[in-house]
C-alpha cells in the first residue's frame, strides 16, 4: 500500500481501522459483538459461514487494529475496545461535518 506523508496520527489510526473494518466478515463479527456485548469465538462461527481459523485470524486484525479486546483463559472471549468504536464515530462526524460544505454552493 502506498504511504502518504503528513497524515495526522487520527488519521493514520482511522485508516488503519478502516481498513480492518473493510472486510464483510470483519464488519459482521463488530456488528454480533455489538450486538451481544461480549462474545467467545466459537460463538462466532455459529453465525458466520467461515472456519474457526479464519474467524479466529479476522479477530486477530481486528485486535491490532485495536477495535475489538480479548482474553484467553480457556475458551477465547472478545468484546469491543469502547475507545476504539468511540474514536471512529467521533472520526467520522468530524468529517462528515454538514457546516464544512453547502451544496448549493457548489462544493
Known amino acids: 500500500m502506498k504511504t502518504i506523508e503528513g497524515l495526522t496520527a487520527e488519521e493514520e489510526r482511522a ?4 481498513r480492518a473494518l473493510g472486510n464483510p466478515a470483519r464488519l459482521r463479527i463488530v456488528a ?5 456485548k461480549v ?3 466459537g460463538d462466532l462461527v455459529d453465525v458466520l459461514p467461515l472456519a ?3 474467524v479466529s485470524q479476522h479477530l ?5 487494529a485495536g477495535i475489538v479486546r480479548g482474553d484467553i483463559d480457556g475458551e477465547p472471549c ?8 468511540r474514536f471512529v464515530m ?9 457546516g464544512r460544505c453547502d451544496p448549493a454552493s457548489g462544493c
Open 52 to 54: 474457526q481459523s479464519t
Open 78 to 85: 472478545y468484546c469491543l475496545e469502547p475507545d476504539a468504536i
Open 90 to 98: 467521533e472520526f467520522c462526524e468530524a468529517v462528515g461535518d454538514p
Open 39 to 41: 462474545c467467545q469465538t
Open 32 to 36: 454480533e459483538l455489538a450486538r451481544r
Open 15 to 18: 485508516a488503519e481501522m478502516f
Open 60 to 64: 486477530k486484525v481486528l485486535k491490532e
